[in-house]
């Protein structure tokens, strides 16, 4: 999806969002040290060929310019342990994190941007 990817292998370490883009993630430990690095934290969780995936990603970026909240994308692939850790039911799956932790997460398709930063705002204000 996105080209700025952190991975985990002591590669350089993105620092939330890049000009307005969302960080990809490689891996559950990329995404532990992105959740290290920041105070709240938007992550979706997707998969190749999802098409509602990629119609978030620019709404993503949207949201990352507008609301203060890094933005990331992991696609948690044949990973079993991250998805039975994040309970990954279907895609796209948005978790919101502050300090480190998930305190609210939302897996209904599409969600226009306006809405999205509402919900964010109403979990980290």
Known sequence: MSSNTV???GGDHAEGTTHGRPTALADEAALDDFLAGTDAALVEFYTEGCGICASMEPVLGNVARTVEV???LLNPRDDPPLVERFDVR???LFVLFVDGEPVARRAEGFIPGD?????IREHVE
């Open 7 to 9: 991975s985990s292998d």
């Open 70 to 72: 890094d933005v990331a």
């Open 90 to 92: 279907s895609v796209p």
């Open 115 to 119: 809405d999205l930063a509402a919900w």
